[in-house]
């Protein structure tokens, strides 16, 4: 099922790859291309999301919920999810807005399939 939904947001924004990891930096699901080496890119997420995370709590705010890192080569995208992060790799020329509604629409979908009901 996450699988399914990581593969309907690479084909609706042409994201060249994304991914559910654990807080611990565990890959959950990917779509990745082989470029991209999932275990590499979740140790990546896992400890620039802390790095970040640490600071704005200095800051005085709760949490990062939304992440932007941008490059020559692309942009990655994190957003926290309820227990795990996913993570977009998009081109530099994908529109932003257009990304980040589908990025949002596809935690929400993730956040559904994933939750527990008792």
Known sequence: MMKRIL????DKIGARGSLVITRDG?????TARAE????????LT??????CGAMVRRLGHESVDRF?????????????LESAYLVVITR??????????EVDSAARQIER??????
């Not at 896992?46 to 790095?51: E, G, P, S, V």
């Not at 399939?113 to 008792?118: K, L, N, S």
Request: hydrophobic share 50%.
């Open 7 to 10: 593969e309907e947001l690479n």
């Open 26 to 30: 565990i890959p959950i699901a990917s």
């Open 36 to 43: 991209f080496d999932t275990e590499r890119v979740a140790a």
């Open 46 to 51: 896992q400890k620039t999301l802390a790095a």
């Open 68 to 80: 932007y890192l941008t490059a020559d080569s692309g942009r990655m995208i994190f957003v926290e």
């Open 92 to 101: 530099l020329s994908a529109d932003a807005e257009q990304v980040m509604l």
């Open 113 to 118: 399939a994933t939750r527990i009901t008792v």
